[in-house]
């Protein structure tokens, strides 16, 4: 027996709108009628497509379905009214990598398990021969379980037979030189110097990131695409020093202008991450805006080790056990340098 297509009612009601992803797209957290529970809403309006057709309205949903992974964003359903696309997923109370990372810096650590996390879904979604294309923070949710997700495929593409894609829309602050080429054509290298663009932002913090980025965005356009385009923007040695210079060279490696220079994969990234180990992965970066000082600081079997530079370069070095605090004379100096503060943090 053959079976005619049905359509049932789906029921949400939309409490706030908790994102906008460009003119034609916004975000809501929503309550599912039948579900009785919380999830999230993508409404996507329909005038926003070129053609009227269904086959590319539920493109993006299709492409996350089909991309099912532990490090990729679920779609719960897809629907339509007459105006609107809808899309629902899960709602992950932990909000987004970006959420994380303007509220404090992460440990290294940190930085390798979100960073080998993401590029897993990365990875998955390159075998489905898709590039995301959109790869930044926002797009990077994190689970109950505080895992990092890769999410929005509204800009995602299917790769031709030669393994390329047109890319006609891109987010300025994640442009990789290649897009300003003639035919804006990229491949899985496109995404492997975005994600090398979160793993920067990760370590150097959104702060630095945004302040080079408007340095140069806002003026002249051809400054930042200069800038781009002659690996000028990001600032390649901007890390703070607790950051390993294995990592930096991870992150150098995947922003190079050719693309040909970069990571052969995601999965390649990842196995360079596994390599990266130490007493430097755990010191908590605080950066005091009142007095300009810098602290690092961990905690390793009830021992605190501290070490604070002033603004002026004198710095204060302390051991505390049982609320004892013990001065490190050594690092305790009226100017200290770069490589003084690497030394003390790769030794302690």
Not at 283 to 295: C, E, M, R
Not at 309 to 335: F, G, L, P, Q, W
Request: one cysteine or more.
């Amino acid at each position: 027996m053959i079976y005619p297509c049905q359509k049932a009612l789906v029921s949400f009601e939309k409490n706030k709108e908790i994102g906008q992803e460009g003119r034609n797209s916004k975000v809501y957290l929503a309550t599912d009628k039948n579900l009785d529970g919380q999830i999230v809403i993508k409404e996507i309006s329909k005038a926003s497509f070129d053609h009227d057709s269904s086959e590319l309205y539920f493109d993006e949903a299709r492409k996350l379905y089909k991309s099912t992974h532990p490090n990729v964003v679920q779609v719960s359903y897809a629907c339509e009214d007459d105006q609107n696309i809808y899309i629902a997923m899960p709602f992950y109370r932990n909000g987004s990598l970006k959420k994380l990372i303007e509220s404090e810096n992460l440990t290294v650590r940190e930085i390798i398990k979100y960073a080998t996390e993401f590029l897993s879904g990365l990875h998955n979604i390159h075998s489905k021969n898709l590039i995301h294309t959109d790869i930044k923070p926002d797009n990077i949710l994190l689970s109950n379980r505080y895992e990092a997700l890769l999410s929005d495929f509204g800009l995602c593409q299917h790769l031709n037979l030669d393994g390329i894609a047109e890319i006609d829309k891109a987010y300025p602050k994640i442009l990789p030189p290649e897009y300003f080429t003639p035919d804006q054509l990229a491949d899985r290298k496109y995404d492997i110097y975005q994600a090398g663009l979160v793993l920067y932002m990760m370590c150097v913090g959104l702060q630095s990131f945004n302040q080079q980025f408007f340095s140069y965005y806002g003026k002249d356009p051809s400054t930042l695409v200069q800038a781009i385009v002659s690996g000028r923007f990001p600032i390649r040695n901007a890390h703070p020093p607790h950051i390993p210079k294995k990592l930096i060279s991870i992150i150098n490696k995947c922003l190079k202008i050719q693309p040909n220079d970069r990571p052969n994969s995601a999965l390649a990234i990842i196995n360079a991450l596994a390599d990266i180990d130490g007493h430097i992965l755990d010191w908590k970066y605080l950066v005091d805006d009142q007095d300009g000082s810098k602290t690092w600081e961990k905690t390793v079997e009830g021992k605190t080790i501290q070490l604070r530079v002033m603004s002026d370069h004198s710095s204060e070095a302390v051991k505390i056990v049982n609320d004892k605090s013990t001065r490190i004379k050594a690092y305790c100096k009226d100017r200290i340098e770069v490589d003084d503060i690497r030394e003390f943090l790769e030794s302690h």
